[in-house]
């Protein structure tokens, strides 16, 4: 008996050390993502640092404000994440704690009633209980229900004692939960003034070069390239998702979410939600001609004018495939819909969405930036490698 404890103690030792392990592992994880994020930042800012007063003006570090505001950003989101699930937890652990502390007063109880038991009926009671037995039956029918008493109440002792610990246990993580809340808290507050400045820096090196035309026809020659860029991010991501398929068919255990169960995107042709509540196309799908520049590009989405500070939503149900900086579009958010739908949403600031998170449609995704054109948001769809006109799926206004 007292080998098989040992052996289902140390397989318990085992478990929790592989726990403990695993949790130490995801820690560690999240915290180099977060310490890649800042060192990414600090580069940039020793970047900008060494540029002349003529070049900070230049559109060169408007881009490089741009990629840290990006960054930081992704930065804060995480740390809004992670402050919110150490609420979660602080609220799960304190709610624990408070069912031990009932479980211990009710078991403290339990066994101050047998302690009382006992003394009034200790072994000398005992005895003479079993010997005023009538029979041998009965007399042996008393010292099991006796030995029983006794067993029971030594489980409860036991438990008890088990119960105190976890309390003590529960103790000390809540207060080292409440800590670690407290440090993201001030890691995020820190974060978001340091956002906010560089979000004065950006608008005063805005208002500098929007009459600059070599600014101008550089932001186009961008944006060229950004869609070119875009278009290699999703072919990326099919090539990534059909590699997935393939593994999973190898490895069971690699996780994707079931599109066939997602919102039918193509019912929505013709009628689906704008990503901004307010605003009008600008800039339509296909070439498009600047008459100040003499210049054509061409356009794989639309652009649409919003006003400042207007929220980006979800034009449907999916899943966040990418969240990336590209110089002309700034930070562009991808998502994967049903039936490889794809919808790109650029020029956004204080994005609230992660990568690989599932998203409703309507959810926000985060606010528009503005451009050297104004706040404008750059819309995008696509359905496998084939770019659609939006105008025909967005609904009429």
């Known amino acids: 008996m007292v080998k098989r404890s040992l052996n289902i ?36 800012e020793s970047e900008l640092s060494e540029k002349t007063k003529k070049e900070k003006e230049s559109l060169s570090s408007l881009e490089k404000i741009n990629n840290q505001n990006h ?22 652990i304190s709610e624990e704690l408070s069912s031990v502390e009932k479980k211990i007063g009710e078991l403290k109880k ?25 029979s041998i039956n009965q007399a042996a029918l008393r010292y099991q229900y006796l030995s029983s008493i006794t067993s029971e109440n030594e489980k409860k002792l036991a438990e008890l004692n088990e119960s105190k610990e976890k309390f003590e246990n529960l103790t000390t993580e ?4 409440v800590a670690e809340k407290a440090n993201i808290v001030k ?18 090196i805005i208002e500098k070069i929007k009459k600059d035309k070599s600014s101008l026809s550089k932001e186009i020659r961008q944006k060229r390239e950004a869609e070119e860029e875009i278009k290699n ?6 090539e ?29 042709k013709g009628k689906m939600n704008w990503p901004v509540r307010q605003g009008k196309v600008i800039r339509k799908f296909g070439k498009n001609k600047n008459a100040k520049l003499n210049t054509v590009t061409m356009n794989y989405g639309v652009d649409i004018r919003t006003s400042p500070q ?49 998203i409703k449609g309507g959810e926000l995704i985060g606010k528009v930036n503005e451009s050297l054109e104004g706040n404008i948001i750059h819309f995008e769809i696509w359905n496998h490698r084939d770019n659609q006109n939006p105008e025909i799926w967005l609904a009429r206004k």
């Open 310 to 358: 207007s929220n980006i939503y979800a034009v449907a149900e999916g899943v966040v495939s990418a969240i990336e900086w590209i110089p002309g579009f700034g930070s562009v958010v991808i998502l994967t819909h049903k039936d490889n739908y794809r919808t790109v949403y650029g020029h956004i600031k204080d994005i609230s969405v992660l990568e690989g998170e599932k």
């Open 187 to 204: 890691s995020k507050r820190g974060e978001l003034k340091v956002l906010k400045r560089k979000k004065n820096s950006r608008q005063k």
């Open 9 to 44: 103690l140390a397989v318990l030792v085992l478990s929790i050390t592989c726990l403990n392990a695993q949790s130490n592992n995801k820690i560690k994880a999240k915290s180099a993502e977060l310490d890649n994020l800042r060192n990414d930042i600090k580069k940039l």
């Open 240 to 268: 990534a998702e059909i590699a997935k398929k393939d593994s999973e068919g190898k490895n069971s255990v690699v996780k994707r979410f079931d599109y066939d169960n997602f919102e039918n995107f193509y019912g929505l």
């Open 110 to 134: 339990d066994y101050s009633s047998y302690i009382v038991w006992l003394y009034k009926y200790g072994s000398g009671s005992t005895i003479k209980y079993l010997l005023e037995s009538e």
């Open 233 to 238: 991010l999703i072919s990326k991501l099919i």
């Open 71 to 92: 960054l930081l950003s992704k930065l804060i989101n995480k740390l809004r994440r992670e402050e919110k699930n150490k609420t979660k937890k602080i609220e799960n």
């Open 174 to 177: 809540l207060s080292n939960e």
